[in-house]
């Protein structure tokens, strides 16, 4: 089955704890993207990435890394969490970005930074 | 840069009745895509309509429709006969080469 798998569903944390949210698709897609969700503010972009080693900021880079080693997995790092990035995260991937083509979404992952 | 604004927060409409969700979006570029998503309660994201900027004929997809004005930079999405299950909250994207950039949300509420 198509899909992107995100892991974890829900993490809570204290602030300056390291963590790393996991993100892996299994459609052979070039694309892949970090967003997080905010009551409010909808949808915003993290970092994302067209290909393997190739990996850019979104509108809200800041306090995030990311890495794209392999073509399927492309994992969301938080060096040091603080409050305010609390939120949902999505991870997504499609064929292309640029090409009008279907994001596939993972489940989200509802992380408490306290 | 380009941007997406969702002016309605919140929309509530009586089942089987029609509801038009707005969204705008400012670009200078004149091929892109727009999209439309959906995420009920279970935050699931769910692809429901996609529009080819390059297209002058509004896409539908079953009860689901837009009306794509391009020169106004419009792209509202039309429901029919709203059903119960039609209760979330939608996005309207806009996808131009590796940015793909959404609008804040429109909550839709399904009255019985």
């Known amino acids: 089955e198509a899909q992107v798998t995100q892991n974890p569903r829900y993490l809570i944390t204290v602030t300056g704890k390291k963590l790393t949210v996991t993100c892996s698709q299994n459609?052979?897609?070039?694309?892949m993207s970090w967003y997080r969700q905010d009551p409010g503010l909808g949808l915003r972009q993290i970092y994302y990435s067209m290909n393997v080693e190739v990996t850019d900021k979104g509108d809200v880079p800041e306090g995030y890394k990311v890495s794209r080693k392999e073509k399927r997995n492309f994992p969301l790092i938080l060096e040091s969490p603080s409050p305010n990035q609390t939120s949902l995260y999505f991870c997504?991937?499609?064929?292309?970005?640029?090409?009008?083509?279907?994001?596939?979404f993972g489940s989200g992952t509802q992380l408490s930074v306290l | 840069a380009q941007t997406v604004t969702q002016s309605q927060p919140e929309m509530s409409v009586q089942e089987a009745e029609t509801v038009t969700l707005s969204c705008t979006y400012d670009?200078?570029?004149?091929?892109?895509?727009l999209f439309w998503y959906k995420q009920p309660p279970s935050r699931q994201m769910i692809l429901v309509i996609r529009?080819?900027?390059?297209?002058?004929q509004n896409a539908t997809e079953n009860r689901f429709s837009v009306n794509f004005q391009k020169a106004a930079k419009s792209f509202s999405l039309k429901i029919s006969d709203s059903q119960l299950g039609d209760a979330a909250m939608y996005f309207c994207?806009?996808?131009?080469?590796?940015?793909?950039?959404f609008g804040k949300g429109t909550r839709l509420h399904i009255l019985p």
């Open positions: 997504a991937s499609s064929l292309g970005g640029g090409l009008g083509e279907k994001l596939f």
């Open positions: 994207a806009y996808d131009r080469d590796d940015k793909i950039i």
């Open positions: 670009t200078s570029e004149s091929d892109y895509y």
């Open positions: 529009q080819e900027a390059y297209k002058q």
């Open positions: 459609m052979n897609h070039e694309y």
